[in-house]
């Protein structure tokens, strides 16, 4: 599937429970990012990790919390903190070539999360 | 802070006809434009990118251009056929950096008719 694997495909939540959504990739790859689609407003960064025990803000980090424990993980937790969480959501990878290489990401299929 | 502008949100053309999707960008130090196409219910796929170093780029039917003094870039795809119907996001990202991080557009839905 791409080397990226992101579950559950959909998922529903009822308002004020937290929810952890999962990314995991078979590539290598050092760096991980989650991306949040909505219609209309292309893909904004979340979070993103370059490395493991490491992560940062992206721009829309409010109600959103992620670890990285191993490389090959990067689970994102959608708290009851988040205004409007009913989105699609894409995780990304990418071997991260420094200023020699381009950055080029491999999406996952997404996860689709609906708050009823 | 950073911040990628993408035109048209919506482009219809009829099949052999080109299209042309338009990006600005914010952060000067910008140096690495790529454009992910996502077909319906199918994750992005990257189908081309330019460095700074290059203002034109080209690949069978698609092509993007870079503007650094207008910090503009844009995709053309010429003689467009059905399977080219998809959105369309360009992004920014400053390879130099420690980050990496990629700033997408909104994205432009583009349709093409038979």
């Known amino acids: 599937d791409g080397g990226i694997t992101q579950s559950p495909k959909y998922l529903f939540r009822k308002e004020g429970q937290n929810v952890t959504l999962s990314c995991e990739q078979n590539?290598?790859?050092?760096?991980m990012y989650w991306y949040r689609q909505d219609p209309g407003q292309g893909l904004r960064l979340i979070y993103y990790?370059?490395?493991?025990?490491?992560?940062q803000k992206g721009d829309i980090a409010e109600g959103y919390s992620v670890s990285r424990e191993k490389k090959e993980s990067f689970p994102l937790t959608v708290t009851s903190a988040q205004k409007n969480p009913t989105a699609f959501y894409l995780c990304?990878?990418?071997?991260?070539?420094?200023?020699?290489?381009?950055?080029?990401?491999?999406f996952g299929a997404g996860s689709r999360l609906t708050v009823l | 802070g950073e911040n990628v502008e993408q035109h048209p949100s919506t482009l219809s053309v009829q099949e052999g006809d080109s299209a042309v999707i338009k990006c600005t960008y914010s952060?000067?130090?910008?140096?690495?434009f790529p454009w992910y196409k996502q077909e319906l219910g199918k994750r992005p796929q990257l189908i081309i990118d330019?460095?700074?170093?290059?203002g034109e780029k080209k690949d069978q039917r698609i092509a993007v251009t870079l503007n650094k003094t207008a910090k503009h870039f844009s995709l053309h795809i010429t003689e467009t056929q059905p399977e080219d119907s998809a959105v369309y996001f360009c992004a920014a990202s400053r390879v130099s950096s420690n980050t990496g991080k990629l700033i997408f557009g909104q994205g432009t839905t583009l349709q093409v008719k038979p």
């Open positions: 990304a990878s990418s071997k991260w070539l420094g200023s020699s290489g381009a950055n080029v990401l491999t």
């Open positions: 330019i460095r700074s170093n290059v």
């Open positions: 590539l290598n790859h050092d760096a």
């Open positions: 952060d000067s130090a910008s140096n690495y």
């Open positions: 990790s370059q490395i493991v025990n490491d992560f």
